[in-house]
């Protein structure tokens, strides 16, 4: 099931020393670990500064808390918004990031 994911860091809290650059190596690396296995389908900065938005790919309401509670960067979470997703009817592809075919057609 996918999941849209936005986060309010405390920045304060995590800080900008080493700490906080040890926290970042490990989000990072996490964050590619996470894209290889498939579950991690986009990752963006918010514009107005404001945290991070992510699309989650995980079986169960059970796994995307399992996989949230264990980031590097959930001690420094302010807050969570979670959006579950279903794939558009006219366009499933969309659901797995695809370009949608030649044959699929807006229908009214």
């Known amino acids: 099931m996918l999941y849209q994911i936005t986060f309010d860091i405390d920045r304060q809290a ?13 989000e990072t690396e996490r964050a590619v670990k996470a894209q290889q296995e498939g579950k991690l389908i986009g990752l963006w900065r918010r514009a107005d500064c404001g945290g991070v ?3 989650l790919d ?17 001690p420094y979470v302010r ?9 558009y009817p006219q366009f499933p592809e969309f659901a797995k990031g695809q370009r949608p075919s030649s044959t699929s057609r807006i229908s009214p």
């Open 79 to 87: 807050s969570i918004g979670v959006v579950p997703l279903v794939a």
């Open 14 to 26: 995590l800080g900008f020393g080493e700490n906080a650059m040890k926290v970042r190596a490990a």
């Open 53 to 55: 938005v992510f699309i």
């Open 58 to 74: 995980v079986e169960s309401h059970e796994a995307l808390v399992a996989e949230l509670s264990s980031l590097p960067i959930f």
